[in-house]
Each structure stands twice: as C-alpha cells, then as structure tokens.
C-alpha cells in the first residue's frame, strides 16, 4: 500500500514484513507481558468448518466494491485481495516484493533490454469455471488506463509518464501475456507495479449497461464505457452482494452480505479457487468499527478470531492472553511515522523558513525517539526508532545503518540556527537576525511559527506531536497543534487534490505512511510530480535517484535513494510504533499469513481452527 492508511486508494497499497529491528535503529518490540516478538509456528489438527471474525481496521469501512475506484469516491474497497487477486500477490514480508506462491502468474521473464516482458499464467479459475487467461490481464490493465486517463488521481500509485503508460499488453496465448515496454523499468519496480494490478473477468465484466453487448476495451472509447458503467454499479453498496457482476471471483473468497450502514461483510468460500489453502472455514465476517477501543472491548468479550490494535494498547496484552489469544506485536514493513512538510505554506513566511535544510536537521533533532518509545502515553515500550522510507529491516537499508543521520541532540539543533543568523530565545520567540545567513527569503525579525494538523486517531499521534510541540518551545519555535479527524484530513490536506487547502497546514500527522512492501520505492510520495506528494517536496537531485530506482537495473538504486531521503528530510522521521496482531489460540494457519497481518494482507482460507 502506498499512502497514509489502507485504504482503497492504495494497494498496498494497496497493501505489504515485519521483524523487531529496523533499518536503522534500536528499539525492539513493547516488553509488556504477554507479548511474543515473532508469531508461532503453525500448529494443530485441522478442523474443517467454522467461522472466523475479523476485525477491520477502525473508521475504514469499505464503501466500494470495484477494485480501482475513482478519487472523487474516497473509496475504501471490501475484500480486495478475497475476491480479486492481483496478477501478482503482495508479500507480507519485506525481505521479498510478491508471494510466489499465492500468485496468479510465473515471475516475469525479460528480454536483455529489459523492454519486452513474457509472463506464463498458472492454472487459475474464475467462480464460474472459465480459466483466469493473459486476456483478463489485458481487460484489466484496458480499464486502469481508463480510469487514468478520467484522473491521474484515481490511481495513488502514478506517476504521470510512467506505469501503466507506454505499456502494451497483449495475450500472445491464452496462458501467456507479453507486455511491451516504451520504456525500461527496473525489475523490482515493474513486479511491485504488477502486483497491484487487480486481475478481473474480461468476459463478464466488457460491457457498459446491463445486460448490454460485450466491448473491446482495447478500444479507449470502449475501455471508459465499461469503468464508467463499474463503477456506478460499485456506488450502489446496498447491492453488493446480489449484484451479479460482483459474484464473479478469481480470489478464495464470495461476497455473501454487505451492511452498507456499518461497513461491516461476511465471505463464503469460492470453491473454483485453485491457489494454495485449505478453505476449511464455513465463513469469515469482517466486522467494521469505529474506534480502536472498541475493537479492545469486543476482543476481551471473545466476539473477535483475529484483527490488529494500534501500539496504544500493549498494556492489554497479558488481559487479552487470559483470555485465550495470542498478541504478537512488531513494526510492519514498508511504514514509516512521520511529520508531513507543507513546502507550499507561506503562513508567517513558513515556507521560506523549511526550505532551509538546516532547519530540517534542526527540527528533526528535537525528536527523541529513544524516550516516545519507552514513555506511557505515547508508544508505551511497543515501538523501535526508524529514520527512513524504507522501514522496518529493509533488504534496501540507507547506507548509515543504524547511526542515523540527525539523533536527537537538542543543543545541537541550537547550534544549527545560531550558525546560520538565528537569535534563539527559549520559551520565547526566536527570530532571524542576519538574513544573508538565515537563507534565501528570510527577512530580520522573521519567526519561525507553524501549526500542526493532528490527526485525532490513533492516540499516540496526538502524543507525540505534543511531546515534539514542547521540545519546539524550549528552542523558541512556535508550533500550534489542531487536531481533526482522519477523514478530514485524507479529504483535505494534500496539495495534489486539495490545493485551495494549502495555506491550511504547514505540517500534518496522520499516522503511518506506507510503501509498497519488498520494494519500498518512494516514487508518487517525493518525486516532483508525485500524485501523492502530499507537502510538494521538490528536489532535482532526489528526483534523479527515484529515477534510477525505478528506471534502472541497479538492485541498489532503492537503498541510495532512501539515503538521500535521510539526508534531506522531506518529512521528519517519528519512530515507528509496533502493531499488535491479535488471534484465538484455537486458530492456526502457516506463519506468514500472520505475519502478513501487520500490513493489512489477509489470507483467511489458509487458517482454521484445532482444539
């Protein structure tokens, strides 16, 4: 997934490894008791049947059906990942970008000039016995040029002039798939890019009104028809589960219910699916809600199978082993916590001030990671320091290890404004004495003032940020929390779609930001031009190294520019806070579907229940 939370927008992603260590720093997993740092083996004696419930992330009820939907929906999608796979399964483990296994396709094979690509299907089926072909693929990715061409927006994950452009896809067999490339793409990059492309029915889905003529969406007239008629069809949530378009599946799972007034669904298994698992359960019920102790408060009534809490509970873990689960807790992959930098602010001359890349270093080295992970209230012992894009043990760390680039050192911060022309005056108002060394833009007597938008879910943001707010005034800079609702903010704080909103926030924290998992590029998120460039950080250098990330063949070009990204802090890096992946002991599957948990992949038709 890339973006802020899992959501429809993002594959994750949508969506995504998940050791104690980070790249780059110390710090394991919480020490409360009943805590284990690395999920058990698999174990028992299947039993077929049974119901397992799910919980859902809090305030991300699914409102669409569609696996791509469009940006003016702000759509969260239901069970993608159950019901449509991706061509190629995102791993829940970061030391590899797919999951072979559970994937509907060999690895690709390359021609030397990396610009023709050969990809074999498996032996896959849809829900209706028709085998999953090439041809599907291409309808799919027919469609996903559609919805690009309504909105760069509609998809998080473009990058105007990259994938899926200059891409042609042909099915030079029924079983195999050629794509064409205008342009080279590294390996690593184009799987991770494949690995969100959803894979639906060519022959069901090709028309534009209901029970209307099949279409050659190869035809761009054609291919918006048929997204336009889809995703009308998946605005309409109290039809989901009877809506025939929807009852045809390549995944494990069949859509059985839908409560559009809680968000909340339940799956039976598709028993055409042909990919790995055992599919022993009756069911699974994913249930929505709106708020994580809620979530707490139906896992210690035993109503919950499995679901995840955010770090701020990690007090309950010895309540909820009594209770009979497991409570595994560890970073996930591909995350990073950070204080999003609105560059375009000019609020109080806000953004002439955080072009200085000093003030970035100085900032940043009021952040005590060490003490937000040990301290009750923020991270209550339940994180580890991380000072990348990357995350959590990275097989592409940045090149400081785990020294990283500005600790925090308060007086050093002081040192960084004093040398450059500043007057500190702590617990009052620094100003800029000497414009020609403060920067360029800066005049005498400028403040540095900026005003925090802080997201009021899950707790230990708005912890945090307080705890960073004070270390701020000591040093005489003005930093004003409001706090607002996630939505509010995914709807409204991000210059590429809210760009009247700009002058609104000159930082933001909405929780975790998410890479795509094995191969954490930061393309879209930094890049110049990045659709999800949320604070318009600009840097021709960076650019570059994202290039090579993503263009070039060097298995490096991730690891330098993570570095760069390090160095230049376009965000200021908060540690990361572990996840709590919470079971029933009574339910068991292979390691890595629990694992895969803390990034939101679930693969429910490899568990089931023992005594």
């Known amino acids: 997934m890339r973006g802020r939370l899992p959501s429809g927008l993002v594959a994750l992603p949508t969506l995504l490894a998940l050791l104690t260590a980070t790249a780059c720093g110390g710090g394991g997993a919480g020490t409360a008791k009943g805590i284990i740092s690395a999920p058990p083996k698999q174990t028992g004696t299947p039993k077929d049947g049974g119901t397992a419930v799910v919980a859902l992330t809090p305030g991300l009820s699914p409102n669409f059906i569609y696996p791509y939907p469009p940006a003016s929906a702000n759509g969260t999608v239901i069970a993608r990942g159950q019901l449509w796979r991706s061509l190629y399964r995102p791993s829940g483990d970061g030391s590899q970008i ?30 209706t016995g028709r085998a999953v072909t090439a041809g599907d693929v291409v309808f799919s990715l027919d469609l996903l040029k559609a919805a690009l061409a309504e909105s760069p927006a509609n998809w998080s994950f473009y990058t ?31 799987l991770s890019m494949l690995a969100l492309l959803y894979v639906m029915p060519s022959q069901e889905w090709n028309i534009a009104r209901t029970g209307g003529p099949h279409l050659d969406s190869s035809q761009p007239r054609n291919a918006k028809a048929i997204y336009t008629y889809l995703t009308k069809q998946s605005a309409d949530q109290k039809t989901f589960a009877g809506n025939p378009l929807w009852q045809v599946v390549n995944g494990p799972y069949k859509l059985k219910s839908f409560d559009p007034t809680t968000g909340s669904f339940s799956l039976t298994a598709n028993r055409s699916y042909s990919g790995p698992g055992e599919k022993r359960l009756d069911q699974v019920d994913f249930k929505a809600f709106t708020s994580a102790s809620a979530v707490l408060n139906q896992f210690k009534a035993g109503n919950l ?54 003030v970035r270093q100085a900032l940043q080295r009021l952040i005590d990671g060490k003490r937000y992970i040990t ?21 592409y760390p940045p090149s400081f290890g785990d020294r990283p680039p500005y600790p925090y050192d308060p007086e050093a911060a002081k040192k960084l404004l004093t040398d450059h022309g500043w007057k500190v005056v702590p617990g009052g108002a620094t100003t800029c004495e000497q414009p020609a060394r403060c920067g360029a833009g800066i005049k005498q007597g400028q403040t540095i003032r900026f005003t925090i938008a802080s997201a009021n879910t899950p707790a230990y943001v708005g912890a945090r940020d307080i705890a960073f707010v004070s270390a701020a005034k000591k040093l005489g800079i003005d930093a004003k929390i409001v706090t607002k609702s996630l939505n509010f903010m995914y709807q409204n704080y991000g210059n590429p779609f809210a760009p009247a909103k700009t002058n609104e926030w000159a930082m933001q924290d909405n929780g975790p930001l998410y890479l795509a998992v094995g191969y954490p590029s930061s393309n879209t998120v930094f890049n110049t031009d990045g659709s999800f460039n949320l604070g318009s950080y600009a840097n021709p250098a960076t650019d570059k190294l994202i290039n090579a990330s993503t263009f070039g063949a060097d298995p490096k070009a991730l690891s330098a520019e993570a570095t760069a990204l390090a160095t230049d802090l376009p965000v200021l890096f908060f540690p990361t806070p572990n996840t709590l992946v919470v079971w029933k002991n009574t339910l068991s599957g292979p390691t890595a579907s629990f694992k895969a948990l803390l990034s939101y992949l679930y693969t429910p038709e490899q568990w089931y229940f023992h005594d």
Not at 109 to 121: Q, W
Not at 168 to 187: C, F, G, H, S, W
């Open 375 to 395: 301290s009750r209230g923020i991270y209550d012992g339940a994180g580890s320091e991380n000072y990348s894009t990357v995350g959590a043990d990275s097989p």
């Open 305 to 358: 199978t499995v679901g995840t809490l955010d770090s701020t509970f990690v007090s309950q873990a010895a309540a909820l082993k009594a209770k009979g689960y497991t409570v595994y807790s560890s970073p996930a992959p591909a995350r990073f916590d950070a204080l999003t930098i609105n560059f375009r602010n000019t609020v109080d001359g806000f953004d002439k001030v955080i072009a200085q890349p000093y």
């Open 160 to 190: 105007p002039g990259q994938f899926p452009d200059g891409v042609t896809a042909r099915a030079t067999a029924p079983d195999t798939l050629t794509l064409t490339l205008k342009t080279a793409y590294n390996p690593s990059y184009l």
């Open 98 to 127: 797919v999951d072979p296994a559970l994937s509907l396709a060999e690895p690709p094979v390359y021609s030397a000039d990396r610009r023709t690509v050969t990809i074999r299907m498996k032996d896959y089926k849809w829900s």
